[in-house]
């Protein structure tokens, strides 16, 4: 099946269902104070919903990536997409706070099968040359989730409400799960070998693996700060509403249009992995060093290169962690990746927040930037170490 490009129409569904888990998680971000509905009454209660989401896919993308390995990715995809438009309408059948936190939960759930089942089939309905472009676009769809997330659920929750924001989350989660079964084709699971809990211990702790998910886990960790911390920062400057909200478009735009980018000169040879996300890591760490300076010129250079960075980063780590990984293993590989990609998700506006509670902001986006640009002299370190060593072969 990886013998040659997979056609557009194969690719659109799982390009929108990584749209689709973005939109979800971050969907109801805007729903406090929107004066349409009083579910959501306090930031505690919004924090609370929107950890919900992504504590269900902490816990579960790993096994549901395993599941996918066994029975195929394709069943995991769709019985994910179908639970997630039935966990959406949960909530809007049955209008009540108490189901709404099930719904939640239900959503993450969902999300959990067929997000690392949607990467392993863009990494198997493609050749290995082709991974980069491939993960450029998906991780394209997937921004624009994340982006437009707040903004247009904050619009339905104006226009009607959390309900109708469930209503609009139900007919996306049913509508790609049908186009999916239609275009999405059968990709059987590949015999592999028995597998034990120290062999996948073993495997996960090889630099193969631990080197681009950390890379991925520090770009999210990025991503999440500029999105939550660099609107303070611009508050603090005495910036306008307007001035921190372009802030972080530009972040979110510039993440988006430099994943299918940077996926295009990986599979033209333009750098290789490692220098890749070398590169993404000292350019996230540049915006985050940015981002300590006061006023506009901070804000925005700070919100340009982390966005450039991650966007640098995500295409090359998932291409990685495909050419490195046994095609009957890609599920559980993405399922593990996507779990340190929201540890990062958390931990990064954690250490941030911590950090300012005891001293400033400023501080705060210095320790991160510390840490990133850590990583980005191991990473160029590991290049210059394996400089005479050819890049691993994709399985055939």
């Not at 209008?95 to 099930?102: I, M, N, R, T, V």
Request: aromatic share 6%; charged share 10%.
């Amino acid at each position: 099946m990886s013998a040659q490009t997979a056609p557009a129409r194969q690719m659109w569904p799982l390009y929108a269902a990584g749209f689709t888990t973005a939109f979800g998680a971050h969907g109801i971000a805007a729903s406090l104070g929107s004066g349409a509905d009083d579910a959501v009454t306090s930031l505690l209660v919004l924090g609370g919903l929107l950890a919900l989401y992504d504590g269900a896919e902490v816990l579960l993308k790993p096994v549901f990536g395993t599941l996918a390995d066994k029975i195929g990715a394709r069943p995991v995809l769709l019985g994910g997409l179908v639970a997630f438009a039935a966990a959406s309408a949960l909530y809007v059948v049955a209008d009540s706070p108490g189901l709404l936190w099930a719904a939640r939960l239900g959503q993450g759930a969902a999300a959990s099968a067929f997000s690392p089942s949607a990467s392993a089939l863009v990494a198997r309905l493609n050749p290995a040359a082709e991974h980069g472009r491939a993960f450029g676009s998906y991780g394209f769809y997937k921004s624009i989730g994340y982006t437009l997330g707040p903004l247009l659920g904050g619009v339905l929750v104006w226009a009607g409400g959390l309900r109708l924001l469930f209503a609009v989350l139900t007919v996306l989660g049913a509508a790609v799960a049908v186009w999916a079964a239609v275009a999405v084709p059968v990709v059987p699971p590949l015999p592999k070998a028995r597998q034990t809990v120290l062999d996948l211990a073993r495997r996960l702790a090889e630099p193969a693996f631990l080197a681009p998910t950390a890379a991925l886990a520090a770009a999210t960790a990025a991503l999440s700060v500029g999105v939550g911390f660099l609107p303070v920062s611009g508050r603090t400057a005495g910036l306008g509403t307007v001035a921190t909200g372009a802030a972080v478009s530009l972040l979110a735009a510039c993440s988006a249009v430099a994943q299918p980018r940077a996926g295009r000169a990986l599979d033209d040879g333009r750098f290789s992995m490692r220098g890749g996300l070398a590169a993404g890591l000292l350019v996230t760490t540049a915006g985050l060093a940015c981002a300590m300076l006061p006023g506009l010129t901070g804000l925005l250079l700070g919100a340009t290169l982390i966005g450039i960075g991650t966007g640098l980063i995500t295409p090359l780590g998932f291409a990685s962690l495909a050419s490195s990984t046994p095609q009957e293993r890609l599920g559980q590989t993405m399922g593990s990746a996507e779990l340190g990609r929201e540890l990062g998700d958390a931990g990064g506006p954690l250490l941030v927040a911590a950090v300012a509670s005891l001293a400033t902001l400023t501080y705060g986006f210095g320790v991160l930037a510390a840490l990133t640009g850590m990583g980005a002299v191991l990473a160029f370190a590991h290049r210059r170490a394996a400089l005479d060593v050819p890049e691993s072969e994709p399985d055939k």
